[in-house]
């Protein structure tokens, strides 16, 4: 292994072939760069994803491993020059060696040698999860066009056959009535489907302005107290110096909405005896996120997650969980979770989702408010930021 320290501390020498063991074991690549950029470690998987041996890629600069243009190299010189750990998601990767990869990348201080800097490479992360967000978005833009024609060509001539029910109710023998019911009833409840997939309609541009998240959340926790979710332990987990959210405070309460009632029904159903929903807020600073569609890179530092402790979400349909009429619930219309990720996507923000037994966790990324310009997608986050809750 690589001797970084020059003078180790005693058992230094014992740990460190664990150290390298431990590495090793990881399935995502790990390289180690000094202050100018030349590789003075790396572990068995790099080795694969460059297509080269340790002894061949030791020494080697960067700059000769990946495209000079990669945003990869403009990271690693901002944590050097920052010291703060970043990451980059939707990072595309491309050379005749390793191939075409989208990446996410972690890279950190090395803090036991000036300038260094530990890079890991992650693949299929939340880079495919952004892909999976913009199919989304297709799919509720396919269902805004299907819930116009349903209200033009459904909802309206409906109200027509419910009124001539309503008239032959007071012309029909009494032991026929029950069928004009019947077909005021069946009509009444095909409205209201109808009316709940007009939430995908497109709507007008949204009405924007600084909003404390908390503020949001807590209003959502306390309907959530107060009706669906009661028997349910709410615990509200917040990061006391998170600065406002550029967004439509409404729609936010909405997505929250559908998110905690969501996991109360997830945990209720399953009569789970401690069952208890978290819902934490975060800042995750150098967060930034590549969209197709644009040459900048999203800035989306403001984490929300919504944990709930239920049996989880079964293999077969996370991936298309928030799709359109996708449910796991007896009776359910599967509209709650694809309305959440509409209105996150049309703030400009991503919703991902990772689940296990006993452990389910909604994640909502989104922007933030800027002094300078409310948002703007080309500002990395350095400057123009509002700071403290809002």
Same mark, same amino acid.
């Given at each position: 292994?690589?001797?970084?320290?020059?003078?180790?501390?005693?058992?230094?020498?014992?740990?460190?072939?664990?150290?390298?063991?431990?590495?090793?074991?990881?399935?995502?690549?790990?390289?180690?760069?000094?202050?100018? @950029? @030349?590789?003075?470690?790396?572990?068995?998987?790099?080795?694969?994803?460059?297509?080269?041996?340790?002894?061949?890629?030791?020494?080697?600069?960067?700059?000769?491993?990946?495209?000079?243009?990669?945003?990869?190299?403009?990271?690693?010189?901002?944590?050097?020059?920052?010291?703060?750990?970043?990451?980059?998601?939707?990072?595309?990767?491309?050379?005749?060696?390793?191939?075409?990869?989208?990446?996410?990348?972690?890279?950190?201080?090395?803090?036991?040698?000036?300038?260094?800097?530990?890079?890991?490479?992650?693949?299929?992360?939340?880079?495919?999860?952004?892909?999976?967000?913009?199919?989304?978005?297709?799919?509720?833009?396919?269902?805004?066009?299907?819930?116009?024609?349903?209200?033009?060509?459904?909802?309206?001539?409906?109200?027509?056959?419910?009124?001539?029910?309503?008239?032959?109710?007071?012309?029909?023998?009494?032991?026929?009535?029950?069928?004009?019911?019947?077909?005021?009833?069946?009509?009444?409840?095909?409205?209201?489907?109808?009316?709940?997939?007009?939430?995908?309609?497109?709507?007008?541009?949204?009405?924007?302005?600084?909003?404390?998240?908390?503020?949001?959340?807590?209003?959502?926790?306390?309907?959530?107290?107060?009706?669906?979710?009661?028997?349910?332990?709410?615990?509200?987990?917040?990061?006391?110096?998170?600065?406002?959210?550029?967004?439509?405070?409404?729609?936010?309460?909405?997505?929250?909405?559908?998110?905690?009632?969501?996991?109360?029904?997830?945990?209720?159903?399953?009569?789970?005896?401690?069952?208890?929903?978290?819902?934490?807020?975060?800042?995750?600073?150098?967060?930034?996120?590549?969209?197709?569609?644009?040459?900048?890179?999203?800035?989306?530092?403001?984490?929300?997650?919504?944990?709930?402790?239920?049996?989880?979400?079964?293999?077969?349909?996370?991936?298309?969980?928030?799709?359109?009429?996708?449910?796991?619930?007896?009776?359910?219309?599967?509209?709650?979770?694809?309305?959440?990720?509409?209105?996150?996507?049309?703030?400009?923000?991503?919703?991902?989702?990772?689940?296990?037994?006993?452990?389910?966790?909604?994640?909502?990324?989104?922007?933030?408010?800027?002094?300078?310009?409310?948002?703007?997608?080309?500002?990395?986050?350095?400057?123009?930021?509002?700071?403290?809750?809002?």
């Amino acid at each position: 292994m690589l001797r970084i320290a020059e003078d180790p501390e005693p058992g230094a020498e014992r740990v460190a072939p664990a150290a390298d063991a431990i590495l090793d074991a990881l399935t995502e690549p790990v390289l180690v760069v000094d202050r100018q @950029d @030349d590789v003075i470690f790396l572990n068995g998987s790099a080795e694969i994803f460059f297509s080269a041996s340790r002894a061949a890629l030791a020494g080697s600069n960067l700059q000769t491993l990946i495209p000079h243009d990669s945003p990869l190299l403009a990271l690693v010189a901002k944590v050097r020059r920052t010291q703060a750990s970043m990451t980059e998601y939707g990072v595309q990767l491309q050379t005749p060696r390793i191939g075409r990869h989208t990446l996410s990348i972690d890279a950190a201080p090395l803090a036991d040698l000036d300038g260094a800097v530990v890079i890991t490479l992650k693949e299929h992360t939340i880079a495919g999860k952004i892909d999976d967000a913009l199919t989304q978005r297709g799919a509720a833009r396919s269902v805004s066009a299907l819930s116009a024609m349903l209200a033009h060509e459904v909802k309206n001539p409906l109200s027509g056959i419910r009124g001539a029910a309503q008239l032959l109710e007071s012309m029909v023998p009494g032991e026929d009535r029950a069928l004009t019911q019947l077909i005021q009833e069946e009509t009444d409840r095909i409205v209201k489907l109808v009316e709940r997939m007009e939430v995908f309609s497109d709507r007008p541009t949204l009405e924007r302005s600084a909003v404390n998240i908390h503020v949001v959340l807590d209003r959502v926790l306390q309907l959530a107290r107060n009706g669906f979710a009661k028997g349910v332990r709410l615990t509200a987990d917040y990061d006391p110096s998170l600065p406002p959210v550029y967004g439509d405070k409404d729609q936010l309460v909405q997505v929250f909405l559908n998110l905690v009632k969501n996991a109360a029904e997830a945990v209720q159903g399953a009569g789970v005896p401690d069952a208890e929903i978290v819902v934490k807020t975060a800042f995750r600073h150098g967060v930034r996120l590549a969209v197709p569609g644009l040459d900048s890179r999203m800035h989306l530092p403001l984490v929300v997650m919504v944990r709930d402790n239920g049996p989880g979400i079964p293999e077969d349909i996370r991936r298309h969980l928030f799709d359109p009429f996708i449910t796991t619930k007896q009776g359910g219309t599967g509209l709650g979770l694809a309305l959440a990720a509409k209105l996150i996507g049309d703030h400009g923000g991503v919703i991902d989702m990772e689940s296990r037994p006993r452990r389910t966790v909604f994640s909502v990324m989104l922007p933030m408010l800027r002094t300078a310009t409310p948002f703007d997608p080309e500002s990395d986050g350095e400057a123009g930021e509002v700071r403290g809750r809002g």
